[in-house]
Nanobody, 120 residues
Framework: QVQLVESGGGLVQPGGSLRLSCAAS????????MSWYRQAPGKQRELVAA??????????NYTDSVKGRFTIARDNGKNTVYLQMNSLKPEDTAVYYC???????????WGKGTLVTVSS
């Protein structure tokens, strides 16, 4: 069982920045694919960014709406994945969730989310 705890959310003005963190328990973190999802009020949860595990080179990919503004990164020594969010827009307002995926057994683990509000 993997436990994930997100932090770093809050209220920010349009054009501002936030960095989200997701700390994971256990010793297998470096092997997991990690991703950030978000869910805005009244909308479905959507994938924002993902990064592969150690054996797949830590490759990152992003949904089109955040490319060039958001950066996902991981620190395997700290069991933590980050989401740096720049040039934030009101439409980025959502609860942001961290997910870990064990590709060996297709198990997904979710955090409880952190709220990001972009508003003036």
């Amino acid at each position: 069982q993997v436990q994930l705890v997100e932090s770093g959310g809050g209220l920010v003005q349009p054009g501002g920045s936030l960095r989200l963190s997701c700390a994971a328990s256990g010793s297998m973190f470096s092997f997991y694919a990690m991703s950030w999802y978000r869910q805005a009020p009244g909308k479905q949860r959507e994938l924002v960014a993902a990064i592969t595990g150690m054996f797949r080179g830590g490759m990152a990919n992003y949904t089109d709406s955040v490319k060039g503004r958001f950066t996902i990164a991981r620190d395997n020594g700290k069991n933590t994945v980050y989401l740096q969010m720049n040039s934030l827009k009101p439409e980025d307002t959502a609860v942001y969730y961290c997910k870990a995926r064990n590709n060996d057994n297709d198990m997904d683990y979710w955090g409880k989310g952190t709220l990001v509000t972009v508003s003036s």
